[in-house]
């Protein structure tokens, strides 16, 4: 079955200790999107790809970075994660000008600070 | 900017009682809309969607109206079961956003044995 796939669904990392989460998907869709969500709350986008053409959301925090090596993968480092940082986060794509704009999200991964 | 307003929760239902989720939207274009569920510790998946007025998207019993008129887009299902326990999150997605979605709040549902 085509879908989006997120390794590790549990990270443990310490404070001040970059982290890489990571994100494949097997649509060929083009636009692929990492957001963040805290307890209770809906999930918050962080960035999105264009297919290479990166697009960074105002208030995203300059400590999270991304890289999109090809067309499947996606990643999201936090350069120096703080306790405020940890949630789930969350990968989805979507195929621009699809008509129907509906983005399919991964299982997500759960990040702990400690 | 574009908007999404989700009535309050929690709801707690009793198995096979019937279920309507209110979501109002506001948009400077004409979105698509969705209803998104979460199941615990997961990710977020499509429930159901409609791209245009009047439009009627289904699945697994539930179903939701695009109403441009009232700016509406509540879901509805007529016997909820214990399965059906999750967080339901309406959004829209504006065309020419790079597909970007605008979310609600979201509201849990519990439904009771």
């Known amino acids: 079955d085509a879908m989006v796939i997120q390794n590790p669904r549990y990270q443990v990392t310490q404070f001040g200790k970059p982290v890489t989460l990571s994100c494949s998907q097997t649509l060929n869709h083009n636009v692929m999107y990492w957001y963040q969500q805290k307890s209770s709350q809906a999930p918050k986008l962080l960035f999105h790809y264009y297919d290479k053409d990166f697009n960074n959301e105002a208030d995203t925090p300059d400590n999270f970075q991304s890289r999109r090596p090809n067309t499947s993968f996606c990643f999201l480092d936090i350069r120096s994660p703080g306790l405020g940082d940890a949630a789930m986060y969350l990968c989805a794509t979507s195929r621009a000008h699809s008509g129907s704009y509906e983005q399919y999200f991964g299982p997500g991964t759960r990040l702990t600070v400690t | 900017g574009d908007s999404v307003t989700q009535m309050e929760g929690p709801v707690t239902l009793s198995e096979e009682a019937f279920l309507t989720i209110n979501c109002t939207y506001t948009?400077?274009?004409?979105?698509?809309l969705f209803w998104y569920v979460q199941y615990p510790g997961e990710g977020l998946q499509l429930l159901l969607k409609?791209?245009?007025?009047?439009d009627k998207g289904s699945n697994k019993g539930f179903e939701a109206t695009y109403r441009k008129e009232t700016t509406s887009f509540h879901l509805e299902k007529g016997s909820v079961q214990v399965s059906d326990s999750a967080v339901y999150f309406c959004a829209l997605s504006d065309p020419g956003a790079n597909s970007k979605l605008t979310f609600g709040k979201g509201i849990t549902l519990s439904v009771r044995p």
């Open positions: 948009a400077t274009g004409y979105p698509s």
């Open positions: 409609a791209t245009k007025a009047d």
